[in-house]
């Protein structure tokens, strides 16, 4: 009898229960912060890379466009000023050869307008969360930003005023 009552007693105990929910809970909690961690360097990713083709756009729609602005105009794309140095990126694994420029207007002359745009450059994940799915690779995204700006240097004799 006395062991019945033990039986009943240990049957009816809930001490367990909530370390028993929260080992249940916890995979899904770590994948929710990591995919939401991910998110924010997308979106801090896209943004950065935004505001470096419109910056290199307001660039050079004040300078002659001539080969050598162009390239500054790419090095202001990819690390902010005119000249890079290996490792100054803003973003990680963005290059010179991830940025176009390109004139619309006329053949000769000065353009109407210059766009700065990223091509070619997919945001890689820290964490591998396509790897619960048994997906070997990492799942890239690929972040395309673009900036039109009028050009406004009007001289044609290609002064840099």
Same mark, same amino acid.
């Given at each position: 009898?006395?062991?019945?009552?033990?039986?009943?007693?240990?049957?009816?105990?809930?001490?367990?229960?909530?370390?028993?929910?929260?080992?249940?809970?916890?995979?899904?909690?770590?994948?929710?912060?990591?995919?939401?961690?991910?998110?924010?360097?997308?979106?801090?990713?896209?943004?950065?890379?935004?505001?470096?083709?419109?910056?290199?756009?307001?660039?050079?729609?004040?300078?002659?466009?001539?080969?050598?602005?162009?390239?500054?105009?790419?090095?202001?794309?990819?690390?902010?000023?005119?000249?890079?140095?290996?490792?100054?990126?803003?973003?990680?694994?963005?290059?010179?050869?991830?940025?176009?420029?390109?004139?619309?207007?006329?053949?000769?002359?000065?353009?109407?307008?210059?766009? @700065? =745009?990223?091509?070619?450059?997919?945001?890689?994940? *820290?964490? #591998?969360? $396509? +790897?619960?799915?048994?997906?070997?690779?990492?799942?890239?995204?690929? @972040? =395309?930003?673009?900036?039109?700006?009028?050009?406004? *240097?009007? #001289?044609? $004799? +290609?002064?840099?005023?």
């Amino acid at each position: 009898m006395r062991r019945i009552m033990l039986l009943r007693r240990f049957a009816r105990n809930e001490k367990g229960g909530t370390l028993a929910e929260l080992a249940i809970l916890i995979p899904f909690l770590i994948m929710l912060a990591a995919s939401v961690t991910e998110l924010g360097r997308l979106f801090q990713t896209y943004s950065t890379l935004s505001k470096s083709t419109r910056n290199a756009a307001r660039y050079l729609s004040g300078k002659p466009y001539d080969p050598a602005h162009i390239t500054f105009t790419k090095h202001m794309a990819v690390c902010g000023k005119t000249a890079c140095t290996g490792g100054d990126e803003l973003v990680t694994g963005l290059e010179l050869a991830n940025v176009v420029v390109e004139a619309e207007g006329p053949p000769s002359g000065n353009p109407i307008r210059v766009t @700065v =745009r990223i091509d070619d450059y997919n945001f890689r994940p *820290l964490f #591998n969360l $396509a +790897g619960i799915f048994n997906v070997d690779d990492f799942v890239e995204f690929p @972040v =395309r930003p673009s900036t039109t700006m009028y050009y406004m *240097l009007n #001289n044609t $004799a +290609g002064s840099t005023e």
